[in-house]
């Protein structure tokens, strides 16, 4: 081997660092530095080497083309010929050259030595086009040029390689180079020869450092799909997607997976033994699709390592990562900056509210928090770029970087196909527009003209809603908030929203409402799954086996739902306090569940019939609530969240409590074990009547002013009619919160408030911080108000 030659040409992964991006650029110095600075780690990397600047530059003179790029891209640049023509003409220069010898024998050598170190002749290869300006943290270059997996053979690797450097003039490569101010000739192309992962025989994907949409920086975020991870970049499938709680790895016992979403995974890409392509995509079998690609202890392991990568880097990292389905193995195979989050500074946040109605059309993932509205154009390929129109809603099946021009012409972008780290997720949030990905069936349900509404501002779904609706934005200043001795808290029931509001000044979550996740999440009633053979109408039972495919335990399916979705809400506010209220609902409430019917009776009020505190003892329902505690134990036990106490809601009288609390210690929810704080909704006159026996079996009060107010005032808080009468300030219901306060106080328990009140008039808030409450939980939209107000007053205002 000519040792020298290799030297100007080609750099072994081990011989690279983050100090090499002008030599081999941004994705192959970042490998160099993961192997040669993380080896102690034991993160696995694949060994490999990359082609050198010089060897581009090589390329250039041999061919005596780059006179001839330079006078293209000028008659570009001056709008005598079109992007189209310019990239494919400049592309054709580089497919009919010719490789140099010197670099071509160079790469040969390495190729063999490479092979070598894995004990083969033709070693399978993926090859990665790494330029010198990409992976900044100011140029986002991801997806510009092109990659080639499972390349074989020392001809074929040169011909790949001479592709690689003719990427580095796509269209989109040009074009965002002219948009950041890059001059084209001073960017290089380095080629990354890798040895190939077999993940076609497992499964691969895309992890972040930080929660994509809302920035939260405590958590890893980890897409999934079986077979090779082109299809997770590209948005081609709907791929798994898993969170996990940073702050917990590596604690004994604890596994603070937070999320595990399954997707559909429709079909993954393998290896192609025969034609011209090395890959294809095949569909995916009943039990790819039903089951997740990663355990839980792959699910930590990459967690563990990003942590690793991101604390090396001192940033949030974007990483790729393959699954060896030989080795049975982990790699990561790529690492570079997150770009989107990393640029963002100052303490503000831009917040939308839809403030009109509309039929929903369309459901799927909330990329970015933004609403947008205007006219449907369905686009199907890229080629079709000049019939869209400007501000229109791009839909689509997916996107790619040949979309980019497009994309940044569009008030909204909705694909079919997708997950939180594909193609039309990234750039969509570079762009800083609203976006639904893994919707399935926009192209189908939606036309070309049609006016719409895009909303991502209602959590982790999204919804594209028939006709223009009203919506305000407002951008909300986190800077300069004032300290409050009264703990201000959040009234929260989404997990996403609860990732979206993370910046909010809050002291923890007053009220995580358990009902949203039960409807919103779960979707079946408890008993229909402690109680299915009980199960009479076909359709449920149907729906209920569709919604439990791949858990063995049906049960299973409420507890990890309801715990991952409360321990999302919970790692949120970590530290801080999270009050979880056990279930709410009414019977006609629970009735509306899948299945709910045949286990509810028919009330004739509801409002005030078989709810909170008197179904979790009754033998009619007592199963159900035992699924409910399960995921509370699950969430501070198995994932870590101690912080979480747990709220007893309409709670009649004190002998009930009893009742409840044994249910509870029956369940593994013992008062006082492991810092466990059981808290009592005061909501019923008798809560503040008896105030003093319910302060000696809970560990606070929480109070729910519109129950409240609906028990003393005698007026439905539904009815309309009486609307004019509903006043949380009459001085009725203020004399009992006052009585409440100062008897909880006597007793040495803490109040608070989780009712709309405080959160509708700022006032009123007032009033509770001059009666003595300890802390106050409030809508998100009125928090930074309410605590300016309290600091007011707790000055003397």
Known sequence: M?????????????????????????????????????????????????????????????????????????????????LKDTGRSIRDLFKQGKMPGDVAEAIREAYRELG?????????????????????????????????LNVTGEDDLLKVCQKCFASLFTNRAISYREEKGFEHMKVALSVGIQKMVRSDLAGSGVLFTLDTDSGFPDVVLINA???????????????????????????????????????AKEKKMIYAREGDEPTKNVPTSDDEQTSFVLSDEEILQLARWSKVIEDHYGKPMDIEWAKDGEQDAIFIVQARPETVHSRKTGQSMKTYRLKGQGERLVTGLSIGQAIAAGKVCVI?????????????????????????????????????????????????????????????????????????????????????????????????????????????????????????????????VGLARMEYLVNNVIKIHPLALTRFDEVEDDKAKARIEELTQGYADKKDYFVELLARGIGTIAASRHPHPVIVRMSDFKTNEYADLIGGRQFEPKEENPMLGWRGASRYYSEDYRDGFALECRAIHM???????????????????????????????????????????????????????????????????????????????????????????????????????????????????????????????????????????????????????????????????
């Open 2 to 82: 000519n040792e020298s030659r290799q030297d100007g040409y080609i750099r072994w992964f081990d011989d690279l660092s983050s100090n090499d991006v002008a030599l081999v650029g941004g994705k192959n110095a970042s490998l160099g530095e993961m192997i040669t600075s993380l080896k102690e780690k034991d993160i696995r990397v694949p060994d490999g080497f990359a082609t050198t600047t010089k060897a581009y530059r090589a390329f250039l003179a041999e061919n005596d083309i780059e006179d001839r790029i330079k006078g293209l891209l000028g008659e570009y640049q001056q709008g005598k010929a079109s």
């Open 116 to 148: 070598k170190r894995y004990d083969a002749t033709d070693v399978d290869v993926a090859a990665r086009s790494s330029a010198t300006a990409e992976d900044m943290p100011e140029a986002s270059f991801a997806g510009q040029q092109e990659s080639y």
């Open 225 to 263: 799909a079986w077979g090779l991870g082109e299809n997770v970049v590209q948005g081609t499938v709907n791929p798994d997607q898993y969170t996990v709680f940073k702050p917990f790895l590596g604690k004994d016992g604890i596994v603070p997976i937070i999320e595990k979403t399954r997707g």
């Open 380 to 508: 199907e390929s890229a080629e079709q770029i000049d019939d869209f129109k400007d501000d229109c809603i791009l839909v689509t099946t997916m996107t790619d970087p040949d979309w980019v021009p497009i994309m940044k012409r569009a008030a909204a972008i909705v694909t079919d196909h997708g997950g939180r780290t594909s193609h039309a997720a990234i750039v969509s949030r570079e762009l800083g527009i609203a976006a639904i990905v893994g919707s399935n069936d926009a192209t189908k349900k939606l036309r070309d003209g049609q006016e719409v509404t895009v909303s991502c501002a209602e959590g982790e779904k999204a919804y594209v809603y028939d006709g223009i609706l009203e919506y305000e934005e407002e951008d909300v200043d986190l800077e300069n908030v004032p300290e409050t001795k009264t703990r201000i808290m959040l009234n929260i029931g989404a997990p996403q929203a609860a990732m979206r509001w993370w910046k909010l000044p809050c002291k923890g």
């Open 635 to 797: 969430v501070r036990e198995k994932m870590g969240f101690t912080n979480v106490l747990i709220m007893i809601p309409f709670c009649r009288t004190p002998a009930e409590a009893d009742k409840v609390l044994e249910v509870l210690a029956e369940n593994g929810l013992k008062r006082g074990e492991r810092g466990l704080e059981v808290y009592v909704m005061a909501e019923i006159p008798t809560n503040i009547l008896e105030a003093e026996a319910f302060a000696e079996r809970f560990d606070g009060f929480s109070i729910g002013s519109n129950d409240l107010t609906q028990l003393v005032l005698g007026i439905s808080r539904d009815s309309e009619k009486l609307s004019h009468l509903f006043d949380e300030s009459e001085e009725s219901v203020k004399r009992l919160i006052r009585m409440l306060i100062e008897t909880a106080h006597k007793a040495g328990r803490k109040v608070g408030i989780c009712g709309e009140a405080p959160s509708n008039n700022s006032e009123f808030a007032a009033f509770l911080v001059k009666s003595g409450i300890d802390s106050i939980s409030l809508q998100p939209d009125s928090v930074l108000k309410v605590i300016r107000r309290t600091a007011e007053v707790e000055q003397g205002g």
